[in-house]
């Protein structure tokens, strides 16, 4: 694995490169060979990505951010893990389904709590993304 900073990534486009670490040319990096979100993927972010040698030029392939390394944020992560109720817990493997606006309140006052420094676009973006994946998998009502 090869890791790297985002020179600039074009959201729309789907597309950026990456310079890496040890030097050399830039890396070409597509949307399609990411392992998290494009909208996480911003200028100064580590990535660590495996180099693949296509007919133009050098290309990242299984690209994810390294742990820690987002600017001004929190760590994103490549994605989550299983969900599943601990079995010392009494519970029958189920969760509360919260209206959307309390999981956003919520979300926000942990963002408050553990991460000061965000600025509200970025706790907006944040919340956003979290509540659109809380839809996406039934833990939030429409």
């Given at each position: 694995?090869?890791?790297?900073?985002?020179?600039?990534?074009?959201?729309?486009?789907?597309?950026?490169?990456?310079?890496?670490?040890?030097?050399?040319?830039?890396?070409?990096?597509?949307?399609?060979?990411?392992?998290?979100?494009?909208?996480?993927?911003?200028?100064?972010?580590?990535?660590?990505?495996?180099?693949?040698?296509?007919?133009?030029?050098?290309?990242?392939?299984?690209?994810?951010?390294?742990?820690?390394?987002?600017?001004?944020?929190?760590?994103?992560?490549?994605?989550?893990?299983?969900?599943?109720?601990?079995?010392?817990?009494?519970?029958?493997?189920?969760?509360?389904?919260?209206?959307?606006?309390?999981?956003?309140q919520e979300v926000?006052?942990?963002?408050?709590?553990?991460?000061?420094?965000?600025?509200?676009?970025?706790?907006?973006?944040?919340?956003?993304?979290?509540?659109?994946?809380?839809?996406?998998?039934?833990?939030?009502?429409?």
């Amino acid at each position: 694995m090869s890791t790297g900073k985002v020179l600039r990534f074009d959201h729309v486009r789907g597309y950026g490169f990456i310079a890496p670490s040890d030097g050399g040319e830039d890396v070409f990096l597509h949307a399609n060979d990411l392992l998290v979100e494009k909208s996480l993927v911003v200028p100064g972010v580590l990535m660590e990505f495996d180099v693949e040698d296509s007919d133009r030029g050098r290309k990242a392939s299984s690209a994810r951010i390294v742990r820690g390394s987002a600017p001004g944020g929190p760590s994103p992560v490549a994605g989550p893990g299983p969900v599943s109720a601990r079995a010392d817990d009494g519970g029958d493997g189920l969760c509360d389904v919260l209206p959307v606006e309390e999981f956003t309140q919520e979300v926000t006052e942990v963002l408050l709590q553990t991460e000061p420094p965000l600025t509200g676009t970025q706790i907006l973006h944040v919340r956003r993304q979290l509540a659109s994946f809380a839809r996406k998998y039934g833990w939030v009502e429409n």
